[in-house]
């Protein structure tokens, strides 16, 4: 049985300060779950970032083979989370179980991807230029880089992704693999969720004796503020909402020593659907896109909210195809009242809007269901840079643009704010004059897509789940791949130091065996070998 305390967790202990309490909902019927969590007090999140400021040196002090052994451990724990907490997580999200049974293995398996990277070293980034003491007209001194974390790092859970996002989720596994304490902020829409793995996090750490402190957890609404501002915290890690994260971003850029925000916010992620492509397969992709559309009731940053095709009789048969299909997709629960709300929301303003027509989709229903939503918008509102059409509807809704010519759809591009993807649905023929809108593409976006749909990413060494503003608030990382652990960590050069008080990754024997750039020229050898 699953044992729900509802406290905060602080340097490896629990605390409940307050009296006011959270209470645990079932997203599917809206009744009350038997798990009430203590709301963080100022005091507790201030301990909190406190505990994770003490555990900040000894953990980064570790050896990245010690850190990779916590978290292996934490995988371990995560896989033996059981079939009552999967069925806890559907209640809390309405997600079925088969999605949080691979999202719970996404979950542990980006922990041991970390942990590899921990492992082979290149997350040093070392870099060697050794002395030139006889170079005219003046000596060179020995110049040693390398990288360690940044410091204590808030954490902000994802509504969407109870797992993979959220309490052991990608930001906290990157933050951790660089070295850094985690002061998680747990969502509110799935709070005894994140204990579980939260509790799951706590073994790991005794069993592999990390610091008290080296992750921490708080409940509440309004507790974010207190984190962000607080001394202690180096950097963030965010993914939600623009209005969210751009809250969030200013209050770090206020600070008397500002930090940064590494937010996840807003795309639209447009499909470019070319003319042979339509020609030859234009009833399979209307069916692969109604099916990207809704997957998941919509809910993934990278669902596809717009698609662009070129004016002609197949591309028109396409939409009416389009429509038809999106028009069959049963009502689906969202994660929350909230998601609802503001999905609705963002149906309705697509439906006041005298640019935009409504081509398929039932009215929303009084319930906890969201239907699938198709609209369609006139190509000015894009070149125009129409506010509305720029945001994103966060659920199975779509906007189909038709553009002239290449002329046109270049001109709809350039008019996108920035974005996690864009896809090319294309046939070898479409593509002989593709460079112009490749390279566009490239200035807007995080990842290219060919003839494949944007609802999934892959956790590797190369994956970029980033882009440009809106997109997220720094376009030189990504919140998803083993890139990610760049986002908390610094370089430090150590100038003429004596051999034997380096750090390991820069002493002339190379112990650790890590690549390194000596003397510009990429090696595993000790200083002075060939």
Not at 27 to 36: F, Q, R, V
Not at 39 to 46: D, I, K
Not at 251 to 264: D, G, Q, T
Request: glycine content about 10%.
């Amino acid at each position: 049985m699953l044992e729900i305390r509802g406290h905060n967790y602080i340097a490896g202990g629990r605390s409940a300060e307050s009296a006011v309490t959270l209470q645990s909902i079932d997203a599917t019927t809206g009744e009350a779950l038997p798990y009430a969590f203590h709301q963080a007090t100022e005091a507790e999140v201030h301990a909190a970032a406190e505990a994770a400021a003490r555990a900040y040196t000894p953990y980064r002090d570790l050896s990245a083979h010690r850190r990779a052994e916590f978290l292996d451990a934490i995988a371990v724990e995560i896989d033996g989370l059981g079939d009552d907490f999967v069925s806890l997580v559907t209640q809390e999200t309405a997600l079925p179980s088969g999605r949080i049974q691979g999202e719970r293995a996404r979950t542990s398996n980006q922990m041991r991807l970390f942990a590899e990277v921990l492992r082979r070293g290149d997350f040093y980034g070392a870099r060697i230029d050794q002395a030139l003491p006889e170079r005219k007209p003046l000596p060179r001194p020995d110049l040693r880089q390398y990288r360690i974390g940044v410091g204590p790092v808030a954490v902000f859970g994802a509504s969407n992704f109870p797992l993979a996002f959220s309490t052991a989720g990608g930001d906290t596994a990157a933050a951790l693999a660089a070295g850094c304490p985690v002061v998680f902020k747990a969502h509110s829409g799935h709070m005894a969720t994140a204990e579980c793995v939260a509790d799951a996090i706590i073994r790991a750490a005794e069993k592999t004796r990390m610091p008290p402190g080296v992750f921490n957890m708080v409940y509440g609404s309004g507790v974010g503020e207190w984190l962000i501002k607080h001394p202690a915290i180096q950097a963030v890690g965010f993914t939600g909402s623009l209005k969210g994260g751009r809250a969030l971003c200013d209050m770090a850029a206020a600070r008397p020593n500002p930090i940064p925000v590494f937010a996840e916010m807003s795309s639209i992620n447009p499909v470019l659907l070319m003319p042979e492509a339509i020609k030859l397969r234009g009833a399979l992709i209307a069916s692969e896109l109604t099916a990207s559309v809704t997957l998941g009731c919509g809910q993934f940053c990278t669902n596809p909210g717009l698609v662009i095709g070129i004016r002609s009789a197949e591309f028109s048969a396409f939409i009416e195809t389009l429509a038809g299909l999106m028009a069959e997709q049963p009502a689906q629960t969202m994660l929350n009242a909230g998601t609802l709300e503001s999905y609705r929301s963002g149906v309705q303003r697509l439906r006041g809007h005298p640019g935009i027509g409504h081509l398929a989709g039932a009215a929303q229903a009084d319930g906890r269901q969201a239907q699938a939503q198709l609209f369609q918008a006139d190509a000015r509102l894009l070149i125009e840079a129409d506010a509305l059409l720029q945001e994103e509807v966060f659920g199975p809704t779509t906007i189909v643009v038709e553009v002239a010519d290449e002329h046109e759809l270049l001109a709809v591009l350039e008019g996108l704010h920035g974005q996690l993807t864009a896809t090319l649905i294309a046939e070898p023929a479409d593509l002989a004059s593709c460079g112009e809108l490749l390279a566009l593409l490239e200035r807007k976006v995080g990842r290219l897509l060919m003839n494949g749909y944007p609802t999934g990413v892959e956790v590797c060494d190369a994956m970029v789940h980033g882009g440009p503003y809106p997109a997220t608030s720094d376009a030189r990382g990504t919140s998803v791949g083993t890139l990610a652990i760049e986002r908390f960590l610094r370089p430090v050069c150590y100038q003429n130091w004596p051999d034997a008080l380096l750090p390991e990754p820069l002493r002339d024997a190379n112990p650790l065996g890590i690549p390194r750039l000596v003397d510009g020229v990429p090696t595993r050898s000790a200083c002075g070998e060939g």
